[in-house]
């Protein structure tokens, strides 16, 4: 999953792929790397950053979403406003990846249900603005995981089918440093859920702070994408069913050393896993894994 942002205050990338043209040639340019979807925004998500009028992101992103999609690309709304997610869906989204799992807007789950949509539901406790205060947990893994397993089944009760749904743990939402490791780490448990998980790590903060500088300051977000392709590695080789990333051409390799590791694995020790395939740009994750439709 590509990522185009929308936005002039990206942490990641500044604003520089604002303007429509820009944004709908950023998005041929991701696709040309090897992305699957293309995940586009119109409002930022960053640690403290407020929100933006439903006009302006309906303005944002919609222009580029009928572009790419009118393109064949498979397009992703990066949205929390069920009224951006039904006209994005309209304009020819196929994906709703909502970071607050429905929480920010009690209308999302019947646009979902209604449209048939796959559904990023992603792990999430309160807005940019508040949620490094939030970021309370016993044991991160499980609480993650107990949390996103209530908001399926408050997904599933308001008439979302459950091949909709794909899990997001939530890097950096309400994680802002150490917690989100135990997550990559023990990425398994979250599949426990029978999902497909989505990992969203790339330019993130916590990786900034890992590759510090002598003088303790994080490297900027764009010296954060060779530590992107080191998850995007691990992620694919633990089962991820896709990953989202700023970057896409180390990313894409890293999943065909994962998806090739994984073969060469599963042939010597007699199992047919059915992960394997023969395409040049194989799919993460096991076949029995549910898998959304889009």
């Known amino acids: 999953m590509g990522v185009v942002n929308v936005t002039p205050d990206s942490f990641s990338d500044g604003g520089e792929w604002y303007e429509p ?3 709908i040639a950023h998005g041929r340019e991701l696709l040309g790397e090897g992305a699957d979807i293309l995940d586009v925004g119109g409002e930022s998500t960053r640690p403290g950053a407020g929100r933006v009028p439903v006009e302006a992101e309906l303005a944002r992103v919609l222009p580029v979403i009928s572009a790419l999609a009118a ?5 992703s709304v990066d949205t929390t406003r069920a009224v951006v997610a039904e006209r994005a869906v309209a304009a020819g989204a196929r994906i709703v990846n909502d970071v607050s799992g429905g ?3 009690p209308a999302m789950a019947e646009v979902v249900a209604r449209t048939g949509v796959a559904y990023v539901c992603m792990h999430w406790r309160g807005h940019a603005d508040v949620m490094d ?3 309370d947990y016993d044991d991160v893994v499980t609480d993650v995981r107990d949390e996103l397993a209530a908001r399926v089944e408050t997904l599933l009760a308001a008439g979302v089918r459950r091949d909709q749904v794909v899990l997001d743990p939530g890097l950096g939402f309400s994680k802002a440093g150490s917690s989100n490791w135990p997550l990559l780490a023990r990425l398994g448990e979250l599949e426990e859920l029978g999902l497909p998980v989505l990992v969203g790590a790339s330019r993130k903060r916590f990786l900034g702070h890992l590759l510090a500088r002598s003088d303790g300051q994080p ?4 010296l954060r994408d060779d530590a992107t392709a080191a998850i995007t590695t691990l992620a694919a080789a633990a089962g991820a069913w896709c990953v989202r990333v700023h970057t896409v051409r180390a990313s894409a390799d890293a999943v065909r050393v994962a ?3 994984s073969r060469a694995g599963a042939a010597g020790s007699g ?16 076949d029995s894994t549910a898998r959304p439709t889009t």
């Open 71 to 75: 393109e064949g690309a498979v397009v």
């Open 219 to 222: 490297v900027p977000p764009l």
């Open 259 to 261: 998806a090739a590791w």
């Open 271 to 286: 199992r047919r896993d059915g992960s394997a395939g023969s395409t040049d740009r194989p799919r993460t994750g096991s």
């Open 103 to 105: 929480l920010a807007d």
């Open 133 to 135: 205060d939030l970021e």
């Open 21 to 23: 043209d820009a944004a």
